[in-house]
């Protein structure tokens, strides 16, 4: 998810990071597995499964904050087996010297990819805020090429069963072809700076300019000769449910409320008349409508799944969820067992935006996790 469309989330944001430097049906998805080119090794699959993104960083000074090795031990107790943390590229990319890394956090960073490994917790390293320059000036492509082939082979040395170079966060070309000829190259540039590590292809964030649907993308992602190569993609659909009452983005968003899942015209339609917004009113109707249920889910993602076997690649949603804040409780609870259940029954290993309590019994058991005590 791009900042702009994010929101605060402070149980992940209070990053201790100066401490840290001191400091699916199983059936499904082993047929998956066995399905994925042999250099992604299932063991790597495994750790890919089921994870949390992390905070962001470019709202705190890199240097504060209270996030602590007991955080990562919590995320274990849980049964997660990775996260993610976004990597925002200005932290580390200098403009006019793109081949070698700003220092400044390095330190930080190797601390954090140090801790998950003490802990046992994959990590996917993926970068943010990439500039729309990268999709058509081909002198901004070479700087970015010369950046990754550095942060990967600094990289070089970390566990490549625990520690995942993802391209991308969400690129936004202006079709998939556009972002391929990126792509391409970048992981070109990052295979040879990290010769044994597993990396992350992103797929475009829509498959054209007025479908801003992940999962249709990426089954129009080009395949790249490298068969050490996961293929991602984010899902929040219906956008109408996960992302009601937001203030960004969508502008149309922030004035739906109480939108239920699943959803049909019984359950929905005696809520219209409280939406005076014409073109949220609209988009609410059609959710309706479109019935949005377990089975809808599933209609949108067996063709990534079966993409997949047909091209014997692995794939994996890093991103999903919907605003907990502001999506009924028992909606939310639903939404989150479905999408994950069908994702795992794919053989599809997934990975949870949005901040959770950690705490919060009922949740963790919608993700299929295992509850933790205060």
């Not at 006019?96 to 220092?103: I, S």
């Not at 566990?159 to 990126?182: C, G, H, I, S, Y």
């Amino acid at each position: 998810m791009q900042y702009t469309r994010s929101c605060s989330r402070s149980h992940f944001i209070r990053f201790g990071l100066l401490a840290m430097a001191s400091g699916l049906t199983g059936i499904a998805r082993d047929r998956l597995h066995a399905a994925s080119p042999t250099a992604v090794q299932p063991s790597r699959l495994q750790t890919l499964s089921k994870g949390f993104n992390l905070g962001h960083w470019q709202r705190h000074n890199l240097a504060d904050g209270y996030y602590t090795l007991a955080t990562l031990q919590q995320y274990k107790r849980l049964g997660l087996t990775y996260t993610r943390l976004p990597v925002v590229l200005s932290t580390f990319f200098d403009n006019k010297n793109p081949g070698v890394l700003k220092t400044d956090s390095l330190v930080t960073l190797d601390a954090i990819v140090r801790l998950h490994a003490q802990v046992g917790l994959g990590i996917i390293l993926s970068p943010f805020n990439h500039p729309k320059s990268l999709y058509s000036d081909s002198a901004v492509l070479a700087k970015f090429v010369a950046f990754f082939k550095a942060f990967a082979t600094h990289l070089r040395n970390t566990d490549p069963e625990k520690v995942f170079l993802e391209v991308m966060n969400e690129p936004n070309a202006e079709t998939p072809q556009a972002w391929d000829r990126v792509q391409v190259e970048l992981i070109k540039a990052m295979r040879t700076g990290a010769p044994h590590h597993t990396i992350i292809a992103s797929s475009n964030v829509s498959a054209t300019a007025n479908d801003w649907n992940n999962a249709r993308s990426l089954p129009l992602t080009r395949i790249v000769a490298d068969k050490n190569v996961v293929y991602n993609f984010h899902f929040y659909e219906p956008f109408v449910f996960t992302h009601q009452g937001a203030s960004w983005g969508w502008r149309a968003t922030q004035f739906m409320k109480n939108i239920p899942y699943p959803a049909n015209l019984t359950t929905v339609t005696p809520l219209l008349h409280a939406i005076q917004d014409t073109e949220a009113k609209k988009a609410v109707e059609h959710y309706a409508q479109q019935q949005w249920n377990r089975d809808k889910l599933i209609t949108l993602l067996f063709p990534v799944a079966n993409w997949a076997r047909t091209h014997n690649v692995a794939v994996l949603c890093n991103e999903f969820g919907a605003i907990p804040w502001t999506v009924p409780r028992g909606s939310l609870l639903r939404y989150l067992k479905d999408v994950r259940q069908v994702l795992e029954s794919l053989g599809i290993g997934w990975g949870q935006w949005f901040e959770l309590d950690v705490y919060d019994a009922e949740i963790m058991q919608a993700l299929g996790l295992k509850p933790i005590r205060h």
